[in-house]
């Protein structure tokens, strides 16, 4: 077995595709039997980094190394190695569960005299058995899901990439889904996992928040959360989407976000309470509480996200040559 420290390890990663660098000089490492959460807008990177990872993908520059192994000169070990559940997972429709998941095994070289065990172990533990002989076709969405984790892991591999594996599948689902992966990462299997449900990534142990293929944020959930620029002020108040459109134009208003019946506002400074109040109160907006509030993930990712375009927007024009 090879040696090594990380489960995975990233020197300024990058990937480029023509002149236009999506994946921009990212450094991260994830410690063995940790969940690592990659987050970020559509477009951000994150396929693009997982590909690469998974020795699907070569890089531009910088280098990785996922078991100790280098993605680069050693793609096939690393290969063999891990499970990945793409963005658009493949299963043969026509087979049942079971056939799936031993055909996946088939392909991963579990030994025969392995296989009927950890096929059953898998049908146990993902909660399908007696579905097991059902064809996959007639699976709901979740169990297509739980499906797919099993066959990604039938050759139980020491690390998983799991991308937006959850997609779609109501919360309940997605909990028992995450139940499944705290489960194999008891047993010390690691995970890098993309996802935009929020409440997701607040089960990682880790997040790298990444934005036009940097990594602009990388820490716990609770240490992401406090270091939100700014403060985070909820008003309720009625006509919420409306209010949020006319806030958002003041200059003391540094991100925005409705969240039901009520807009969620950082500021730097708490003093700025008041023109909130009575920018709504000339809007003629009826104004039921402003207060400080704690942030959630989803707060700290936006105000992130903001203040990275206001950054960007004022930098000089960049000339390519
Ligand atoms: N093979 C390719 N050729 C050219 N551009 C690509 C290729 N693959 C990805 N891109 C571009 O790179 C950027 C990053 O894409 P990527 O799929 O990694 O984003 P993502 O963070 O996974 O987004 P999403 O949340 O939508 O899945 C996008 O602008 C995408 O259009
Ligand atoms: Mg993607």
Redesign the pocket.
Known sequence: MNDFDNAVEVHNLTKR??G?T??DGIDFVIPRGEIFGLL??????????I?MLCGLMLPNAGSATVLGFDVTRRPEEVKKRIGYMS?KFSLYNDLTALENIDFYAAIYGVPDTERAARVSRLIEMSGLKGFEREPTHTLSGAWRQRLALACAIVHNPPMLFL??ATAGVDPVSRREFWDLIYTLAGEGVSVLA?T?YMDEADYCNVIGM?YQ?ELIALASPDKIKQELPGVLIQVDCDRPGEASEMLQELAEVRSISVHGAQVHVTLKDAKEMRKIEKALSLADIDVHSVESVEPSLEDAFIAMVAQRRSQNSQLPEQHVN
């Open positions: 595709f023509g236009f999506a994946v970020g807008p559509n477009g951000a990177g994150k396929t693009t980094t590909r963005q991308d937006e993309t935009h990444m293929g």
